[in-house]
């Protein structure tokens, strides 16, 4: 069963930054892509962040490039959102999400694994 866990989130100023984890159960960590995405209120579902097994090929929505990084630690079966600048448009719940097959990288569609969701609040 794969269980995954958010933590890091929060409340934080206009320009201020929060560091998102992600501690992954279940199946081995490192045969699968895993990924940031995000859900604010009355918007769609977005991916954030993506990164693939051996942290070879990342991804970024435009909106977060040069302010978020993403990245895992396959030792500690952990991943990984460095978030600086914050911005009242970043004010979503996070979700970690384990792609559920193997490759570079996912969409979060059905098949994929997700967490439960850690809120992270930016104010102006």
């Known amino acids: 069963q794969v269980q995954l866990v958010e933590s890091g989130g929060g409340l934080v100023q206009a320009g201020g930054s929060l560091r998102l984890s992600c501690v992954a159960s279940?199946?081995?960590?490192?045969?699968?892509?895993m990924g940031w995405f995000r859900q604010a209120p009355g918007k769609e579902r977005e991916r954030v962040a993506t990164i693939s097994t051996r942290s070879g090929i990342i991804y970024y929505t435009d909106s977060v490039k040069g302010r978020f990084t993403i990245s895992r630690d396959n030792a500690k079966n952990t991943l990984y959102l460095q978030m600086n600048n914050l911005n009242p448009e970043d004010t979503a719940i996070y979700y970690c999400?384990?792609?559920?097959?193997?490759?570079?990288?996912?969409?979060?569609?059905?098949?994929?694994?997700w967490g439960q969701g850690t809120q992270v609040t930016v104010s102006s």
């Open positions: 999400v384990q792609c559920g097959l193997r490759g570079p990288s996912c969409s979060g569609a059905s098949g994929d694994y």
């Open positions: 279940g199946r081995t960590f490192t045969n699968y892509a």
